[in-house]
């Protein structure tokens, strides 16, 4: 659902080589949420991380920039939604907030790298929807 969404948008952007960028995005986002951790926890040795979480979090970072004002819902809470953008907030504090309270075995930080990944790599390859991104969020609030 998202990737169509980050897809969409590169194509538009940078023509057929919009899957590229998508793919670059994606395995970026593994690599840029695992680092961190393990740099955090190279000498414990019953650390266990697999996964490509965070690689979602950066297409769903990604799709967030593009699209902030995009209404989203839980599948769990039907029939409620809400801009994409505070679920991107509220998405952040409680991934940082489980990363340092957490002891559930997930790889909380990588979420956390991987949904900032996601906005750094969109800005820096498409800097000019940095603007709309901008516009979008301060109508929203300022109408």
């Known amino acids: 659902m998202f990737g169509d969404t980050v897809e969409y948008y590169m194509d538009s952007y940078r ?11 994606y395995l970026g986002g593994i690599l840029c949420s695992s680092l961190p951790a393990f740099v955090k926890h190279q000498d414990n040795f019953y650390y266990n991380s697999l996964g490509a979480s965070g690689a979602v979090s950066s297409v769903l970072f990604a799709a967030i920039f593009f699209d902030p004002m995009a209404t989203w ?10 801009p994409a953008i505070l679920f991107g907030v509220a998405y952040l504090l409680f991934e940082w907030y489980m990363d340092k309270k957490s002891n559930d075995n997930i790889a909380h930080d ?3 790298w991987g949904a900032a990944f996601g906005i750094v790599f969109a800005i820096a390859m498409f800097p000019s929807h940095l603007t709309i991104f901008i516009e979008e969020i301060r109508f929203a609030i300022l109408g």
């Open 15 to 25: 023509g057929e080589v919009g899957q590229f960028y998508f793919l670059s995005l």
């Open 73 to 82: 819902g839980l599948v769990f809470i039907p029939f409620i939604e809400f």
């Open 110 to 112: 990588a979420h956390f």
